[in-house]
């Protein structure tokens, strides 16, 4: 069984270009989550995703960044006009549905490190 | 606002020695997840913690939760360096019912040395 799919691993953008990262999650899982974690530092909760809804994007800065989970195809996180201090590795979570206030384990992807120049 | 304090935030310790690294949070919770993440490298998923008292085991770590002191563990014994990484608790609010995002704790960077 595939795992969750990140791509691209690593991405270099120079400032005031736009950044798309892009998240495949587990197989069958319905459930999307994105968190940024800084240089030594720990992660930070962005955004959570079910197909073609946002549930949870208090985490998400409030421009530049937008997400999406379309009824086909992968997750995507779009940063633009990335600035330095977007500069980060981006993970990806995935999980099963939940039934009321009981979730299942979130399975993270590698990650997508970004780096502005 | 959730706060996850995790501390030591750095540990330096030979082999074969135990240690506990502690995670504390600020509110009422009862799923907890350890978690263990080598440099550059994902996220691999230790423990899920989901009651009070529940205790887990993989060989030499151990990890509980104890939901009333808002407080779990992770015990190290006899450490070895194939330990070495940074161990991360993350913890989901009861309050939360439309999903489970996870706040993190700051990680505790653990080296074992020979």
């Known amino acids: 069984n595939a795992g969750v799919m990140q791509n691209p691993r690593h991405l270099v953008r120079r ?15 319905s459930h999307v989550y994105w968190y940024r974690q800084l240089p030594e530092e720990g992660l930070k909760f962005m955004v959570y995703l079910q197909k073609e809804n946002i549930i949870d994007e208090s985490g998400m800065p409030k421009e530049r960044f937008s997400a999406e989970f379309p009824k086909e195809g992968p997750s995507i996180l779009r940063i633009q006009q990335v600035v330095r201090g977007d500069s980060a590795a981006y993970f990806c979570a995935s999980s099963r549905l939940s039934q009321g206030s009981w979730a299942y384990e979130q399975y993270f992807g590698p990650g997508t490190r970004l780096t502005v120049t | 606002e959730l706060k996850v304090e995790q501390n030591p935030l750095f540990l330096s310790m030979q082999e074969g020695k135990n240690y506990t690294i502690y995670c504390n949070y600020s509110t009422t919770s009862d799923r907890l997840y350890w978690y263990r993440q080598d440099p550059g490298k994902s996220l691999e998923s230790l423990f899920v913690l989901l009651s009070n008292g529940a205790v887990k085991q993989e060989g030499r770590l151990m990890a509980s939760l104890d939901t009333k002191a808002r407080l779990s563990t992770l015990h190290i014994t006899a450490a070895v360096h194939d330990l070495s990484a940074t161990y991360f608790c993350a913890v989901v609010p009861l309050s939360e019912t439309s999903g489970s995002r996870l706040t993190f704790g700051e990680g505790t960077q653990l080296t074992v040395n020979p």
């Open chain 1, 15 to 29: 400032r005031g270009q736009e950044a798309r990262l892009r998240c495949s999650p587990v197989k069958g899982h």
